[in-house]
């Protein structure tokens, strides 16, 4: 399958990524979407996490090492006050 090019990539991968999570495509579907092989990727990327670990090293971009109960791949937006409720938002 050719690469399909991103419009908006910031916001098509939120998308691909709850399209993940919610089980509407599977993870091998995502990687074949951006003309790569799934088998070659996943075992690079365990390839990747194997040396990590080898040489006890933690990277931020690393969902493994981020807290279960934080979405590991969506960024949240800032909270800002609002100034006339005094709130954050």
Do not use: C, H, W
């Amino acid at each position: 399958m050719p690469k399909l090019l991103m419009i908006d990539p910031t916001k098509e991968i939120e998308a691909q990524i709850t399209a993940i999570r919610g089980g509407l495509k599977t993870l091998s579907e995502a990687i074949r979407e951006q003309g790569n092989d799934p088998e070659k990727q996943l075992e690079e990327m365990a390839k990747d996490n194997g040396l990590l670990d080898q040489y006890k090293l933690k990277l931020d971009s690393d969902p493994r090492n981020s807290p279960a109960n934080v979405n590991q791949a969506v960024p949240t937006k800032p909270r800002v006050e609002n100034k006339k409720f005094k709130t954050l938002v």
